[in-house]
Nanobody, 124 residues
Framework: QVQLVESGGGLVQPGGSLRLSCGFF????????IGWFRQAPGKEREGVSY????????YYADSVKGRFTISRDNAKNTVYLQMNSLKPEDTAVYYC?????????????????WGQGTQVTVSS
């Protein structure tokens, strides 16, 4: 059974940092990619970052490039999202997700399994 669990969210001041974790079960990173999405109140869920299962290649939304870094630890079945220089507009619920066949990394409809989400609030 596929399961994903996010953790690491919280309240942080603008300019601060957080590291989110996505622990998963029921599949291997060798064959499946992981995407991070976020959803702010009243907005659509949007892609933030992605790491490929096959070769570890990464992608980022323009809004987070240079500030966020995605990484993985296959031995721990965990994918991380290091978030630096956080801004109030980064405030959202952050989700990790995976799917059997993901052609376009930032299309939420291509993901089959989702975690429950973790709240990130950037405020002074």
């Amino acid at each position: 059974q596929v399961q994903l669990v996010e953790s690491g969210g919280g309240l942080v001041q603008p300019g601060g940092s957080l590291r989110l974790s996505c622990g998963f079960f029921g599949f291997s990173l060798d064959y499946h990619a992981i995407g991070w999405f976020r959803q702010a109140p009243g907005k659509e869920r949007e892609g933030v970052s992605y790491i490929s299962g096959s070769d570890g290649s990464t992608y980022y939304a323009d809004s987070v490039k240079g500030r966020f870094t995605i990484s993985r630890d296959n031995a721990k079945n965990t994918v991380y999202l290091q978030m630096n220089s956080l801004k109030p507009e980064d405030t959202a619920v952050y989700y990790c997700a995976t799917g059997a066949l993901i052609r376009t990394w930032d299309l939420k409809y291509e993901y089959d399994y989702w975690g429950q989400g973790t709240q990130v609030t950037v405020s002074s």
